[in-house]
Structure formats: C-alpha cells, structure tokens
C-alpha cells in the first residue's frame, strides 16, 4: 500500500502521533515513579514493521489484516500494535491506552487548527466539525461497548453458573428426599427380619 499521496494535514497528523509515543512521561519502574521516554515507536509501526513482527510470531496476522482495513487508525495510533503480552500498563503512553476512550491533545489540536485554517480561507468548515465530533465520540464510546460487552459476558457465565448451583442443590434436594423415604423402610424391614428369627419355632 504506497503513502506517496498524503494531505498536509494527514502527514502532520502522523507526525504528532509518532513523536508523541516518544515523549518523556511518568512511569511505574521497580515500583518507584520515574520519568522515560521511548527510543522508538513501539505501539505505531509501518507496515513493514507490521509484516516483519508477524512472519516472526511477534505478533498475530490477523494485526496485519486490522492494518489494510485501518491503515489511517494504524497510524495515527488508535489502533496500536503492541502484543497483548508485552503491553504493560505501568509504561503506557497516551498511545498504548487510547482505546480506553483518552483522545490524544497534540491530535485534536491539529484537527482543530485545520478546522481553523479552513474557515480563514472563507470556507464552511461545520463539515469537519462535525466529523471531529464523531471522532471523539466513537472514542469516548469504545470504552463504554467494551464495559458493556464484559458485563453481558459476565452475566452469561453467572447465569451458567447458577443453573449449575441449581442443579446441584435440586440434586441433594432429591437424595435426601430418597433418603428420608427409605430410612425407615430399611429399618421396618430389618426389625421385622429380627421379629422373624427370634420367633420362629
């Protein structure tokens, strides 16, 4: 997928979003509060870096897939491409928790300079407002539809789990019904049993 045709603002955007991955922030190190900064981009990778992390297991492929849908996303670091088992929220950047519905600044203050350059050359920019709008919206709500998907997800396990517990106590419900049923046949039968011996001729 050939990059040679981007807009000013698509490339300014990019620019942003790899710098800020690498901007110096406060993390959790030794359990001690340090500052540090990335050397490299980690979570915002190329598409040759992408490829290459997958053809050595790095990652799985279907990240790949994720990117020649999303390419822009990708870039931009919405979607990160950190391995579910390297990521670490104590050296999070804005980057790697995005998803958790935190819009980047350096981003929206791009989208809104942009907003602002159109309207100088005496052009509607609502249309872009509103495109901004529906950005931070489907940002703020991804968080929300993961909460709700892990709670309906949570609701279906407990649901399992209590037909098991009544399943389990309708169980013992009916052995000690059986139980208490026939306790007193067996002792009738054996004293009856007893009566027999010693009476018998």
């Known amino acids: 997928m050939s ?10 955007l990019e620019r942003n979003a790899t710098n ?11 359990s001690h509060l340090v500052m540090e900064a990335r050397n490299t981009n980690v979570a915002i990778l190329s598409r040759n ?13 279907d990240k790949l897939q994720e990117y020649d849908k999303y390419p822009l996303s990708f870039r931009l670091g919405f979607i990160h491409s950190i391995a579910e088992k390297d990521f670490s929220i104590a050296t999070a950047t804005i980057t790697d928790v995005e998803y958790l519905g935190l819009f980047p600044k350096p981003t929206l203050q791009t989208l809104y300079q942009y907003a602002r350059d159109i309207k100088k050359f005496n052009q509607d920019n609502n249309k872009f407002t509103i495109l901004i709008d529906k950005l931070i919206t489907a940002f703020l709500y991804r968080p929300i539809i993961m909460q709700k998907t892990i709670q309906l997800m949570i609701a279906d396990k407990k649901k399992s789990l209590c037909m098991v517990e009544d399943n ?7 052995g000690n019904i059986e139980h208490n049923l026939m306790g007193p046949s067996n002792t009738t039968n054996a004293h009856s049993s007893n009566t027999t011996k010693i009476y018998s001729p």
Do not use: D, F, G, M
Request: glycine share 0%; net charge positive; charged share 25%.
């Open 3 to 12: 990059n040679s045709r981007r807009s000013t603002l698509q490339e300014n």
């Open 20 to 30: 800020l991955e690498k901007q110096e922030r406060v993390i959790v190190r030794n």
């Open 49 to 61: 870096s992408l490829s290459l992390a997958v053809l050595l297991n790095l990652l799985p492929p």
């Open 168 to 174: 389990i106590c309708a169980s013992e419900k009916t």
